[in-house]
């Protein structure tokens, strides 16, 4: 491959950032188009998986990335009256999958990844469009406000509503709503201490879990209408919903201030886009397989999608074809795990938190098991790490 061609990136996100960097490191001259006046997170917190942090050693911050993050897995699922119905551990999750789940600020990761980019790569307040995909005999053209540029790759990380899917696939459908919303803060919360947990009720769920800078991350979801809005503030929605339920869920609310509260209505890609390239252009993260967050995944194929795009850029229907099956997949899971979390139906809630119990006494946590066959999941080529011979 000759090492002057040329990327880019349309997306300034964790997917957009962490193939910017990949593809930097193996020779391609990289210029990132992001639309936002800065590289500002959209959410408060991300939840990094095993299969998303060999995916980071491939480029070298995955250790990094380790020591600034809060192991997740102590804890487990409870009821909102706060009974147990199914308990985990780091330890075993670590010794499950080859490696922790951690937790920390979107806005670290996203510093870490800008960080590994040559100077003048990622161009704020950039509003990109796709011209032309290109092909084998051209380049695909991109444009950004007066400007034309051409690239034997661009890389449309544009998010759920991505203008790049919209130009590749104009008859697809695009996102459906999924039925829910959420809600997050990332705030400091005085004297709390708690395991980590997410509560399961009815039609609602709520997640707290403590980072490693002292401040905690909170989330929750109920099924609501879509566009639908609290008529005061979303504080006090959610102490309407939530403010009863166990401990350390008042306090948490107590610490939260109305601005604080970051409400999204969640959508996702129902219907599998044909391919994840078209031409020289691909696609990569919610831009072609935006998911519920029930499995925490979202960011972490993106970040999975980086990397075999670096491994497989010279080729993007090779990249295509090694994402889309996976991708599905894990998307198709995490609409099963929305459906049984936000079970609407008393009976079927009973239902649910009696067998999440039993099954998890037969074996190991539930919460473990649902990340069989993701969090195992191993980069198509060695990093330093593994060639380290640290794992």
Do not use: C
């Amino acid at each position: 491959m000759a090492r002057s061609e040329r990327v880019i990136v349309i997306g300034g996100g964790i997917g957009g950032l962490t193939a910017a960097a990949a593809l930097h490191q193996r020779g391609w001259t990289v210029t990132v188009l992001e639309r936002a006046p800065s590289l500002e997170p959209v959410g408060a917190a991300i939840s990094l998986a095993p299969n998303a942090l060999r995916a980071l050693d491939v480029i070298g911050v995955g250790d990094e990335i380790r020591d600034l993050a809060a192991w997740q897995g102590d804890g487990g699922l409870r009821t909102p009256r706060g009974r147990w119905l199914s308990r985990a551990d780091a330890e075993a999750a670590a010794a499950r999958f080859g490696g922790p789940l951690v937790l920390l600020p979107r806005a670290t990761l996203l510093d870490r990844l800008a960080a590994l980019l040559p100077p003048g790569a990622v161009r704020t307040g950039a509003t990109a469009a796709l011209a032309d995909p290109g092909d084998r005999a051209r380049p695909a053209r991109v444009t950004a406000g007066d400007e034309e540029l051409e690239a034997e790759l661009v890389v449309g990380a544009d998010g759920i509503n991505s203008r790049v899917r919209g130009a590749l696939f104009p008859s697809h459908p695009g996102p459906a709503y999924a039925g829910f919303t959420t809600w997050r803060v990332l705030i400091p919360v005085p004297g709390a201490e708690f395991a980590s947990h997410e509560t399961w009720g009815l039609g609602r769920i709520w997640g707290t879990h403590p980072l490693k800078d002292s401040r905690v991350y909170a989330y929750a979801a109920a099924v609501a209408p879509a566009g639908e809005r609290a008529p005061d503030d979303e504080k006090a929605e959610l102490l309407r919903r939530f403010g009863d339920w166990h401990d350390p869920i008042p306090a948490v609310l107590a610490a939260a201030r109305p601005e604080d509260v970051l409400r999204h209505d969640v959508h996702h890609i129902d219907r599998p886009l044909p391919a994840h390239h078209s031409g020289r252009t691909v696609l990569l993260g919610d831009a072609a397989h935006a998911m519920p967050p029930t499995l925490g995944q979202g960011g972490n194929q993106a970040i999975e999608d980086a990397v075999v795009l670096a491994h497989h850029a010279a080729e993007p229907s090779a990249y295509s074809a090694a994402r889309l099956p996976r991708t599905t997949a894990v998307a198709r899971r995490a609409v099963r795990v929305a459906r049984l979390n936000m079970a609407g139906n008393r009976a079927a809630v009973v239902v649910r938190d009696t067998a999440v119990a039993v099954l998890s006494k037969a074996g190991p946590a539930l919460f473990l098991r649902g990340f069989d066959g993701i969090a195992d999941w191993r980069p198509p080529y060695a990093s330093g790490r593994e060639h380290a011979g640290q794992r």
